[in-house]
């Protein structure tokens, strides 16, 4: 099985919530690890010893360039092979691996036993039916493993890694990591995964999270100095030169060499170890063993007492013995983890078709129960294509009446068209005006971190920044930060916690933009229109958060921004640097909604999901936002439904938890909060969806049930905690992924009443034949095909059933409803019953003349299976009747129903058939009269449905679970 060594393994979740199971599978793994430097020549041993420069000239390679001679890097991919570690647990050859499949399960083994009899005791026809028949059985059990494998391989694809390599001199981030050779030369930011061992070269402040190796959790401090060599080895964790491939960058950044790759990395090393051991099952799976085990021992029993009875009423022994053990492979549903398992596998290769990256088999599960969405607001429910539309300064514009309309330029003289005619012609105009707006432009062009790219002719970086170069390009001002005389000294960068930033330059001019609160604390004065600093009084500060309200209200972020002095001593390292302001102005930008968000966001709340949007922006905004994509608002007092960051501060869990109900924004939040919210939450009960993108959102996204990264926007870490990556940022995404959730696990629920009921059916069919001393009238070989038919592709068939909208109408699964309810087994009885009544009315009805012939089996026979697949229709959906599913919208459905009809047709008429299964030719009328008895079990079904919608149109809920 090849593995993706950047996604982590599918059906472990180890490092966030730990099972018994996955909990010795780690302490294994890490007692191992404490070896692992012991007898360790690798290269990032090798390379932690030698300096920069030597490592630079033994790998060929260029500290500043990187690798450049394509040949070369071939030879070197030739040599060392993709950057991968794939594990070789199926070398075995195909043939070898089904021949297997004979010997591991005992009761095909039985099987082969009782044939090797029936050919010793002369029954050579016998002999040779139930050898057809296993080797049926089995090729049928092997080809779905194997496809289920296969499955689980291409998921472990999902995910490829990128790194930023350097060739050429050349700079690309999106470069695929399996590609990385020895010598290539990689940049590591804050956020990346490291993408192979790497010698590190240039770092500042470079803070790695190893746990993935170490399992120490505290970030280590890493820099590019030699290690000095004490013995023979020095220990993974003092190896501080080297970033290893799989851990986290959580802070600062690097430059490296690639020194090992795939399987010559430490990652590698664990990985070969981890693979020894089996990967833990899903609470689903786990789940399903346990039914399978409590149906074998059931079946066992029961199995028992017949072969007990027929013995005892003097039937051959050696055709009671066959017909025991083909019960017992038919009753025991085998197929079913293998199943179950397919059936998630394919749902999560559906959702990743719809941009929704499981990276967890078992949160498809949780997927369904969700009950709470937490949502960041910009990239996620809006587009965070950020527009200025306006401009406001307190010195030339005065109030909130006056405000300069960017986009709505035509409509709006005054102003603009003023301050245009200046840009046009600045020698004549006065010198003296709108000096404010103009420092306020500068203040924007140098608080920021935007870059021009000369390849795709556009600013890329922060949108908001972004946002103010492209509103200079459209006043024809050109970038100042180009310019030596503005050169940038010191700088205090933006993060979501403080929410502004600042730099100095040179001669230390100040320049701060970022939210208002933070601008306006620090600032003393304001700029008048003609540049002059006045004093800012109490009255002038009411007016500057009036405008910003005003503006705020039609949902715009608002950026304020200010001049000053750095003091003499100061760096811009701490908050405190930052002083006796001048005030500026405003800048709004529009960030629109999503296209499809309000319409995922009404489904959502339809479905009783709770929604709730995390926004660093202020309160007015969010709740503007809010308003417009439909998140629910108390519209006298939407403040009720809101908590801002400060309030935050001063709650502790307990209170939110008691609030939180009602919230559905949180405004001026900053990462840390989202930890507390999904714990307040999950006190109640919730079942959390959290998105997040940052380092510090990690924490969150690790808690909560499902952690949701973004893909385009995020980083690896975020990724990394994260159980779903959502490949376009989009909103509406986590809306498929619940809704195929929710519908998975109702096809499981669908297979398992189909799977169980033909049990059920054929194990009582044979008991109270048994019992009443009737013939069998189900052969060995019979009920084997009867096995393939609940096994095999029809059962697999209604796990891929299409998910309507629809579910979302039902509330959010209970976080521990099982799987087999009380309504489950409901099900599985009618449907049983109407089929063992049913088949032994046709049995009871051929045998009136007294003997058993052939004729007699045969329609019992085929009585049952057409049952089964009428049963199989009835079981495509829990609710709706097949009339409203439509009967042609499940193509692999209507194949399996085919093929096995078609089978079960050749069982019947084709002469090799007949004497393997005992069977002769039935006429049409024979036929049509068994479809009519055999439709009744789909006609109880349809009934069954018609009511049980009636009584769940009466019981629609509220919000939350709790
Ligand atoms: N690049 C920036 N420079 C200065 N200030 C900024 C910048 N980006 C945002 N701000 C200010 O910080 C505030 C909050 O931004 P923050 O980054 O916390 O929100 P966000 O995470 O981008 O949005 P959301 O939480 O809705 O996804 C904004 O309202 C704005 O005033
Ligand atoms: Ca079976």
């Avoid at 300064?393 to 006056?402: K, P, Y």
């Avoid at 008991?767 to 084997?784: H, V």
């Amino acid at each position: 099985m090849s593995d993706n060594p950047f996604s982590s393994n599918l059906l472990d979740k180890s490092e966030t919530k730990p099972s018994l199971l996955e909990e010795d599978s780690n302490t294994l793994s890490l007692n191992n690890i404490s070896d692992l430097s012991k007898n360790d020549n690798s290269a990032s041993l090798t390379y932690s010893t030698k300096t920069v420069e030597e490592t630079i000239t033994a790998l060929s390679t260029d500290g500043k360039n990187g690798l450049s001679d394509l040949n070369d890097i071939k030879s070197r991919q030739d040599e060392y092979g993709e950057n991968e570690c794939k594990s070789d647990d199926d070398d075995e050859p195909l043939i070898i691996q089904f021949l297997k499949t004979f010997t591991e399960d005992p009761l095909i083994l039985l099987l082969i036993a009782s044939a090797v009899v029936s050919f010793l005791m002369g029954n050579t026809d016998d002999a040779v039916s139930i050898t057809m028949a296993i080797v049926i059985v089995v090729t049928v059990g092997f080809v779905q493993e194997y496809r289920s494998e296969k499955t689980l391989e291409a998921l472990n694809e999902l995910v490829p890694m990128e790194c930023h390599l350097i060739r050429n001199g050349n700079s690309n981030a999106n470069i695929l990591a399996s590609t990385l050779v020895p010598g290539d030369l990689v940049v590591l930011r804050t956020g990346d995964k490291v993408p192979a061992d790497i010698r590190i070269i240039e770092s500042v402040n470079l803070n790695i999270n190893e746990s993935s190796l170490t399992g120490e959790t505290t970030p280590v401090l890493k820099n590019c100095y030699p290690v000095k060599s004490m013995g023979d080895t020095i220990p993974i964790a003092e190896r501080s030169n080297i970033a290893f491939m799989g851990t986290l960058v959580t802070d600062g950044s690097a430059k490296g060499i690639v020194v090992g790759t795939g399987k010559n990395t430490m990652f590698g090393k664990v990985f070969e170890m981890m693979n020894a051991i089996k990967k833990p099952k899903t609470p689903l799976q786990q789940a399903m063993d346990k039914l399978g085990k409590d149906l074998s021992y059931f079946s066992f029993i029961l199995i028992g007492v017949i072969c007990l009875i027929g013995v005892i009423q003097g039937r051959s022994w050696l055709t009671m013995f066959q017909i025991s053990v083909s019960l017992a492979v038919a009753a025991i549903p085998e197929g079913l983890p293998i199943i179950v398992t397919v059936t998630l596998a394919l749902g999560v290769l559906r959702m990743a078709n719809k941009k929704a990256i499981v990276k967890r088999l078992p949160s498809v599960e949780t997927l369904g129960s969700v009950n709470v969405i937490c949502s960041d607001k910009t990239g996620t429910l809006t587009m965070n294509m950020m527009k200025v539309t306006k401009l406001w300064t307190l010195g030339s514009m005065e109030n909130e009446n006056h405000i300069m309309d960017i986009e709505n330029k035509k409509q709006t003289h005054g102003i603009y068209n003023d301050f245009i005619k200046t840009l046009n012609n600045s020698d004549t105009m006065d010198k003296k005006k709108f000096c404010d707006i103009y420092k306020l432009l500068e203040c924007g062009n140098f608080c920021n971190t935007a870059i021009y790219s000369n390849e795709q002719y556009k600013y890329i970086g922060n949108p908001t920044e972004i946002a103010i170069m492209d509103l200079l390009k459209e006043f024809g001002l050109q970038d100042k930060r180009n310019d030596l005389k503005y050169e940038k000294k010191y700088e205090l960068p933006f993060n979501s916690s403080r929410k502004y930033m600042a730099i100095s330059l040179k001669n230390d001019d100040l320049y701060v933009k970022g939210a208002l609160e933070k601008v306006l604390s620090n600032s003393k004065y304001y700029m008048s229109s003609a540049g002059k600093r006045e004093k800012l009084t109490t009255e002038l500060k009411a007016k500057i958060q009036n405008t910003e309200k005003t503006l705020a209200l039609e949902g715009l972020r608002i950026i304020a921004a200010a001049t000053g002095n750095l003091n003499k001593n100061d760096t811009l390292k701490s908050d405190d640097d930052v002083n006796d302001l001048t005030f500026l102005g405003l800048i709004g930008m529009k960030d629109p909604p999503r296209p499809h968000v309000a319409e995922s966001i009404e489904h959502l709340l339809e479905g009783q999901v709770h929604i709730i949007m995390i926004t660093g922006d202020s309160p007015t905004t969010a709740l503007s936002i809010a308003g417009q994509i439909g998140i629910p608002l108390d519209l006298a007092n939407p403040e009720n439904n809101m908590i801002t960051g400060d309030k935050l501060d001063h709650m502790n869990e307990d209170q939110l938890a008691d609030v939180i109900d009602r919230v559905n924004v949180f405004a001026r939040a900053t990462p840390n909060h989202k930890l507390m919210i999904v714990k307040a939450l999950q006190k109640r009960g919730d079942v959390v969806g959290m998105t997040g993108d940052g380092v510090n959102d990690a924490p969150a996204l690790k808690l909560a049930d499902i952690g949701i990264a973004m893909g385009k926007n995020g980083t690896d870490v975020a990724k990394e905690a994260s159980d779903m990556v959502l490949v376009d940022d989009d909103f509406s995404t986590i809306l498929s992924a619940i809704e195929e959730g929710k519908g998975i696990f109702n096809n499981i629920q669908n297979f398992i009443t189909f799977q169980l009921s033909t049990s059920v059916a054929a194990l009582s069919l044979v008991l109270l034949s048994t019992l009443f001393n009737l013939p069998t009238p189900l052969n060995a070989m019979q009920i084997l095909w009867i096995n393939i038919l609940m096994d095999g592709p029809p059962a697999q068939s209604l796990g891929v059933e299409p998910v309507g909208h629809e579910v979302m109408k039902k509330p959010p699964r209970k976080r521990d409803e099982k799987i087999l309810t009380y309504k489950l087994f409901k099900r599985v009885l009618q449907s049983a019953i109407c089929i063992i009544i049913g088949t032994l009315f046709i049995f009871v009805k051929e045998m009136v003349d007294g003997e058993i012939t052939k004729r007699d089996t045969t329609m019992t026979f085929t009585c049952f299976v057409f049952f089964d697949m009428f049963n199989a229709v009835a079981c495509r959906h829990t609710t709706k009747s097949i009339f409203e599913v439509g009967f042609f919208n499940n193509k692999m459905f209507n194949y399996a129903v085919g093929l096995s009809l078609l089978g079960q047709m050749c069982a019947i008429y084709l002469p090799f058939a007949q004497s393997i299964f005992n069977t002769e030719a039935l006429s049409l009328y024979d036929l049509l009269f068994l479809l009519m008895i055999s439709s009744s079990v789909f006609i109880a079904d349809e009934v069954r449905k018609h009511y049980s919608k009636e009584k769940e149109l009466l019981s629609q809920g509220v919000f939350s679970q709790v």
